[in-house]
């Protein structure tokens, strides 16, 4: 174990979308920076934890990153391969090359130097030690799954999954599998579940208009900004829906007792094989950041409403925060770099 500390003038925690956006802003002005990351790739919600179907759900010029546009033959809808290739080619074409499995577990502001000091846990047990001037919380919406708590689920004799773990429906060809959430990753797993011969069942709090889902009265930037989703963007689910081939069933409410059999919010039971939860993500940066008070929430996310969100006190920033997705994420990581380019 070292106690050398490595000193730099930006840190940025987390390597997915925000942070590279971020780090290329910072390139691009000369800025010094290290970009640390739990994880062992860039990008790892989509590199580790997405399943193979996956489109972009918002049209492609919102969700490419600074300084580097889509190339024009990608789709509408970026596909999981494209995607991830931009990505890629993103972090060579601005020397992105984040400190991989550092877990940080504590950022704190040091009043005596002002500068922020960061550890990090890394492979066999050992700890480093980082200090900027600035610091960077790109570790997203996303940081970690959300599962709710659910009566009985621990007796559940079934497979119990998170979106994160589902890859394709090929494993579940013949099999009952309930999908827990309505959203767009809920719709397009129960798509593609379907389409591979499960025995396919959404549980959803809404009432999906009656199967047609009604057109959002607002765009899809206000739209995640008060409900914390964006509008669904339907791929063929409700045609399966109308047809019978996708079941809609009311909220999860419990397990029955022995395990065997599901029960719902009006108050039927169903067996299943498999419960799969599209129930989205929570965020931890609380359990390692301190006095970021002034910046994020209980629930880390950022106090101030856009667009002065990404700004917080002694040069602490956090980027792809705003319920925006990667058009937020761009507009933070470019702002980010400029506010701190007015202050070296």
């Known amino acids: 174990m070292t106690t050398d500390v490595e000193h730099t ?6 390597a997915g979308p925000s942070g590279l956006a971020t780090a290329g802003c910072l390139h691009q002005l000369s800025i010094p920076y290290i970009i640390l990351e739990r994880e062992d790739c860039i990008a790892s919600l989509f590199n580790k934890k997405s399943y193979d179907r996956l489109h972009l759900h918002l049209f492609k010029q919102y969700c490419q990153l600074p300084h580097l546009p889509f190339p024009a033959s990608f789709p509408t809808y970026v596909p999981l391969t494209e995607f991830l290739n931009y990505l890629n080619e993103y972090a060579r074409r601005f020397n992105v090359n984040p400190r991989f499995c550092n877990v940080v577990t504590a950022a704190k502001y040091d009043d005596g130097v002002e500068k922020w000091r960061v550890v990090a846990e890394v492979d066999g047990g050992g700890r480093r030690w980082y200090e900027g001037r600035f610091l960077v919380v790109a ?5 970690d799954v959300f599962v709710p708590e659910v009566d009985g ?16 429906g090929k494993d579940y060809e013949g099999k009952k599998v309930l999908v827990v959430g309505a ?8 798509l593609d579940l379907s389409n591979y011969g499960a025995k396919t069942s959404i549980a959803t709090h809404g009432d999906l208009t009656r199967y047609g889902i009604q057109r959002p009265k607002e765009g899809p930037f206000l739209g ?11 791929i063929g689910t409700l045609k399966k829906i109308k047809h019978g081939e996708i079941q809609v069933l009311p909220a999860l409410k419990s397990i029955k007792s022995g395990g065997d059999e599901v029960v719902f919010e009006n108050g039927r039971c169903y067996q299943f094989d498999v419960i799969l939860f599209a129930t989205g993500f929570k965020r931890s940066t609380h359990l390692w950041l301190q ?14 409403m856009y667009p002065n969100h990404w700004k917080g006190e002694n040069g602490l920033y956090c980027v792809g925060l705003s ?18 380019s007015k202050l070296i």
Not at 153 to 168: C, D, M, Q
């Open 153 to 168: 689920l621990s007796e559940f004799k079934g497979e119990v999954i998170h979106s994160t773990e589902y890859k394709t």
């Open 183 to 190: 959203g767009n990753s809920g719709m397009e797993i129960a």
């Open 291 to 304: 006095g970021g008070d002034c910046l994020l929430n209980e629930d880390g996310l950022p106090k101030q």
């Open 224 to 234: 995640k900004v008060k409900n914390g989703k964006y509008p669904i963007v339907d």
């Open 139 to 143: 570790t997203g919406e996303t940081s």
């Open 9 to 14: 003038t930006v840190i940025i925690v987390g």
């Open 323 to 340: 319920r925006r997705g990667l058009y937020g994420a761009a507009m933070d990581a470019e702002n980010i770099a400029q506010h701190i």
